[in-house]
């Protein structure tokens, strides 16, 4: 029978080195045993993470939750033809294992993805990939156990939907669902190179004075990588830190004729090109900068390493000052290549105001001439750090001066309550965070349709160079998902207005509400933290008023409960913290607020 280890230390189980415990842990080598594992407690009423060789994951914090790893074993060839040799290897077999199982047998097609450190399952997560190659080239059928069906599936190469550093697996609702059991790969007995046609194996032949064997191939493969990364053996990290950015061609020869004449850029489908985040990192000047124990490789400034001491949150901060200063000298975004691992969300609180702010202009009453810091309310807006994801609820007209407090380095989405002014008047002021992507905002169908009258200039067929760039997703009052994040909208009523709360893992955001139908108020059920509005003690057509948000704030039964979207009548943060019972506070502009997910 598997054993469920308690807090169990899995720094071994990743290559950054970072000191990360589990809450709980095991192991299993079979389906049987996983099968056994998954009607386990501590399966059942976990967040559960799957992990192989933690080559490419960083903890930011201890995991709440299951750690889960295969020790399924074993590589047999199975079929074979002239042409194919088929070969299955199960997931807990290290992927360099592998690779020199295949050149003992003279078996080509992963040489020159010789020396990349994890397990065979995550190959076909991440869709591994270097020198010219990747993992889909090879990947005939991926047998995964589903933990929905508790049964084993398996999917064809086509099922996988491979992409760059990506697959069906990653997907929204389906990540995190199936464990990979086993890979089976087609592998060609010729024994002749699958690419030679990247980099420095374009020269391999002319240096050799012959055609290279996969053997020579992989080994020149494995000496260049071992001068340019570090060894995780010696130096923590997770390779390369960030995705090579896909730009417009317009934004490349802006770089190009900028000063940049040397820009490396491959080509990648119609009106795109592919830049190296490597180079761009180095001409930001960030090789060899350090934050706490994390430091960019002078060696290659793409990966992020341990040079001693370094904790997750140092790593976090040192890839948010690349973000930035890439940002800066290129205008364009780099996304992380690596999983952030956590289990708790960070809130913090941008504004709490009502739709005039507060002070508000012209007023001198005592809450508006108040020197408490935390009466000064700008407009309602959280941004909500979880799942290596950032997410804005509700760029208001004051997002730029939110961003600009907190040294912003980057948004993944935006989520929208609805299209009140005080609630969207900073759309514009998202435009340095579009760079070279379109920023992906989720919205109700109205508020889409409100947005595109109010802000068509950025909805053109051919828009002015420079606005903001958006991908607008119109949901509809289902749970939809961000990067595999469950988010559930809650439907409130703004006076006769229907507008969206949200709700991600045990958060919730409800602002601008006056009525929330009992249907919906399940949604809010099991809470560990609500933002709720409660404007002031009048009663409003289109607020709650304080006794309606304490009404409901009993009712719901958080947690924790905090009050936004305050106006001056509210009162001062202090006048109201007395007021306010147990397990209740006024929110403030600036306060982080953490919650379980
Ligand atoms: C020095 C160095 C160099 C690197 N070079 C490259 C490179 O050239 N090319 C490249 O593509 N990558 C590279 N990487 C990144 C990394 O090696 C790959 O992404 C690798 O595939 C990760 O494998 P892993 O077993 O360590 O997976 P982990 O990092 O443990 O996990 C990665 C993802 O796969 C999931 N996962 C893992 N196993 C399973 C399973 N059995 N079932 C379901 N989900 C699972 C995890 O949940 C996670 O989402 C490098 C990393 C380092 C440290």
């Known amino acids: 029978m598997v054993e469920i280890i308690e807090n169990k230390d899995i720094t071994s189980f990743t290559t950054f080195g970072i000191p990360v415990k589990a809450r709980y842990f095991a192991e299993y080598s079979s389906e049987r ?3 056994a594992l998954s009607r386990k407690e501590e399966f059942l009423n976990n967040e559960v993470l799957h992990i192989g060789g933690g080559s490419n994951l960083l903890f930011l914090e201890d995991f709440g939750g299951l750690v889960l790893h295969s020790a399924i074993k074993g590589i047999k060839e199975y079929r074979k033809d002239d042409e ?7 997931a807990g077999e290290k992927w360099t294992d592998f690779v020199d199982w295949c050149l003992e047998r003279n078996l080509a097609g992963v040489e020159n993805l010789a020396h990349i450190p994890g397990e065979v399952g995550a190959s076909a997560i991440q869709n591994v990939g270097a020198y010219g190659v990747e993992a889909k080239d090879v990947i005939h059928v991926v047998e995964c156990f589903d933990t929905q069906t508790r049964k084993t599936v398996r999917f064809s190469n086509e099922e996988c939907r491979f992409g760059y550093r990506d697959s069906m697996f990653k997907k929204d609702d389906v990540r995190g669902r199936y464990y990979v059991l ?13 690419s030679l046609d990247y980099g420095p194996l374009k020269s391999l032949k002319e240096r050799l004075g012959k055609y290279p064997t996969i053997q020579e191939v992989a080994r020149e493969v494995t000496n260049i990588r071992k001068s340019k990364l570090p060894e995780p053996s010696e130096t923590g990290s ?24 040397d820009v490396p850029a491959y080509p990648a489908g119609e009106g795109v090109v592919k830049l190296s985040a490597a180079w761009l990192i180095d001409k ?3 090789k060899g900068v350090r934050f706490g124990g994390a430091m960019v490789y002078d060696r290659q400034p793409l990966v992020i390493v341990n040079a001693g001491g370094a904790s997750g949150r140092d790593v976090k901060e040192l890839s948010d000052e690349i973000i930035r200063r890439v940002r800066t000298k290129f205008y364009i ?30 007023c001198e009453c005592h809450v508006c001439t108040s020197d408490d810091i935390r009466d000064k309310r700008l407009r309602s807006s959280v941004l909500v750090e979880t799942a290596g994801l950032r997410l804005l609820i509700d760029p208001s007209p004051d997002f730029r001066q939110q961003a600009l407090n907190l040294r912003l380095a980057d948004i993944d989405a935006v989520l929208v ?28 169908a109205d508020v889409n349709a409100d947005l595109h009258r ?12 420079g606005v903001p760039t958006f991908k607008m997703n119109v949901i509809d009052n289902k749970p939809f998902y961000i990067n595999g994040l469950k988010i559930v909208p809650v439907e409130v009523m703004h006076g006769k207005l229907p507008i969206y709360g949200y709700r991600i893992g045990k958060f919730a955001y409800i602002t601008d509400a006056s009525h929330i139908s009992e249907e919906e108020k399940e949604k809010l059920e099991n809470l560990d933290v609500l933002i709720i509005n409660s404007l002031r003690d009048k009663p409003h057509f289109a607020h709650f008023s304080f006794d309606q948000a304490m009404d409901m704030i009993r009712d719901l039964s958080p947690n924790r409960a905090y009050l936004t979207h305050l106006c001056h009548e509210a009162g001062c943060h202090a006048e109201l913290e007395s007021r306010v019972p147990a397990g209740v506070s006024p929110a403030y502009d600036g306060q982080i607020i953490l919650s379980t997910r």
């Open 333 to 362: 975004t780099l996304k992380p290549e690596v999983n952030f691992i956590d289990t708790g969300i960070k809130i913090t609180v941008l504004g709490t105001g009502g739709s005039k702010g507060t002070p508000e202009l012209g």
């Open 238 to 261: 997770a390779g390369s830190f960030f995705k090579n950015p896909v730009v417009p061609v317009h934004f490349y020869k802006k770089i190009k004729n900028g000063g940049f004449g």
């Open 454 to 465: 109010r802000l068509d200039y950025c909805f053109r067929e051919h828009p002015y160079p």
């Open 33 to 35: 045993e996983l099968l």
């Open 417 to 444: 309550t609805h299209s009140h002014y005080d609630h969207v008047g900073g759309f514009d002021d998202l435009r340095p965070f579009c760079g070279n992507e379109n920023m992906p905002i989720y919205l109700r």
């Open 284 to 286: 930001a000047g960030m």
């Open 84 to 90: 194919t040799v088929y070969a299955i290897a199960g």
């Open 182 to 194: 086993r890979v089976s790969f087609r592998l060609r007995p010729d024994g002749i190179p699958m």
